[in-house]
């Protein structure tokens, strides 16, 4: 079946834009992730989302992210006012539900931002 | 607050060789343990997992991995290398509780010699 998926694969822009990354999970999962890859690093993780709502959000940075995810399926990863340090690779996992322990990675987007 | 140690930046190895990647960790429980690798351009793909019982786990492609409480270690093996494992390869520890939020290490990159 199909995987994760995550749009765009590759995201320029320039300092202070705004940006939205999408991730799709597989169906039928009820958790998912958000992860930040810098180069050279493992992931960070930014936001966890149990159904509709975000049960942990302790990851993500500062204000300027944030991520949403209505209809419990697709999420948005949203960062304002981007700055050249948020460039990276964005990961999004997703999971079956809570008795079920193993993530399943997208290929990411890869944000640069000049 | 946990975390993993991946002390081996690069590794180089000749294909066929053995292969053995550290990991060591630090977490007050028991932890749940993972490995992934991630090929260029890929997502992370599962590699194998501990959570309990037996510490000797069988993963996918040849791969295995011992949990070794008393050295809080969870090294990453394979008896013959192939030429298509040079990837980055990343430890993780994750809790026991519902969100299974891992902590990933900063990888070590694999690079087979012919």
């Known amino acids: 079946g199909a995987g994760v998926s995550q749009t765009p694969s590759n995201k320029v822009t320039e300092k202070g834009k705004y940006v939205e990354l999408r991730c799709d999970p597989i169906?039928?999962?009820?958790?998912l992730y958000w992860y930040r890859q810098s180069l050279g690093q493992g992931p960070e993780f930014l936001i966890y989302?149990?159904?509709?709502?975000?049960?942990?959000d302790s990851g993500l940075p500062n204000d300027r992210f944030f991520a949403v995810r209505p209809e419990g399926s697709v999420s948005t990863l949203k960062i304002q006012r981007t700055e050249r340090g948020d460039s990276a690779v964005y990961l999004c996992?997703?999971?079956?539900?809570?008795?079920?322990?193993?993530?399943?990675f997208g290929p990411g987007t890869r944000l640069t931002v000049l | 607050a946990q975390s993993v140690t991946q002390p081996d930046i690069h590794i180089t190895v000749s294909e066929g060789a053995s292969l053995e990647l550290r990991c060591n960790y630090s977490?007050?429980?028991?932890?749940?343990l993972f490995w992934y690798v991630q090929s260029p351009g890929q997502g992370l793909q599962l590699l194998l997992k501990?959570?309990?019982?037996?510490?000797l786990v069988q993963g996918i492609k040849g791969f295995e991995a011992e949990f070794k409480r008393s050295q809080s270690s969870f090294n990453l093996r394979k008896p013959s290398v192939h030429w298509s494992d040079a990837a980055e390869y990343f430890c993780?520890?994750?809790?026991?509780?519902?969100?299974?939020?891992?902590?990933f290490g900063r990888g070590t990159s694999l690079i087979v010699h012919p």
């Open positions: 996992a997703s999971r079956l539900d809570p008795s079920y322990n193993e993530q399943f």
């Open positions: 169906s039928g999962h009820t958790a």
């Open positions: 989302f149990q159904g509709t709502g975000a049960a942990d």
């Open positions: 977490y007050g429980a028991t932890p749940y």
């Open positions: 501990y959570f309990s019982g037996d510490t």
């Open positions: 993780a520890v994750a809790s026991s509780g519902g969100s299974y939020i891992p902590t």
